[in-house]
């Protein structure tokens, strides 16, 4: 994590900041931070209702999820029909499903928060060279 993502998340987290708070001190886009902060924050995700502490007893024990885990593959390798032929389609989607989750493609907060990062400051001057083009445009229209 970067030093600014690092720096926003501390300012929301402990220092208890607004992202307008935080968008105004690091003189940075309000989106952008808000965008880190989904990114870096499950407290921030927590708040914005994109993570449920409520069904934290949804999930599985370890154990639980040891035994789900043997039964996918045994059923990858060992699924059959009633007549004892192999069930290739049941295998097929059971490794299917067993190589998705190893590669994290099952995991889509994981895939937020780890293998989509950016850099915050170039969204920042993206954000900021997009309201510049839409004000000189709406101010073209106005002077037309």
Request: aromatic share 6%.
């Amino acid at each position: 994590m970067s030093a600014i993502n690092q720096q926003i998340k501390v300012s929301y987290e402990l220092n208890a900041m607004s992202p307008e708070d935080i968008a105004e001190d690091q003189e940075l886009d309000l989106t952008a931070v808000k965008a880190v902060l989904m990114q870096c924050s499950s407290k921030y995700r927590k708040d914005c209702g994109a993570e449920n502490d409520e069904e934290e007893d949804l999930n599985f024990t370890k154990d639980e999820l040891r035994q789900v885990n043997k039964v996918i593959f045994e059923t990858a390798l060992c699924a059959e029909h009633q007549d004892g032929t192999p069930d290739y389609k049941t295998r097929l989607v059971a490794a299917t499903y067993i190589r998705d989750d190893k590669k994290g493609r099952k995991d889509v907060v994981r895939g937020v928060r780890d293998g989509n990062t950016f850099n915050i400051l170039q969204l920042n001057e993206q954000l900021h060279k997009v309201r510049q083009l839409t004000s000189g445009i709406k101010q073209r229209f106005i002077e037309a």
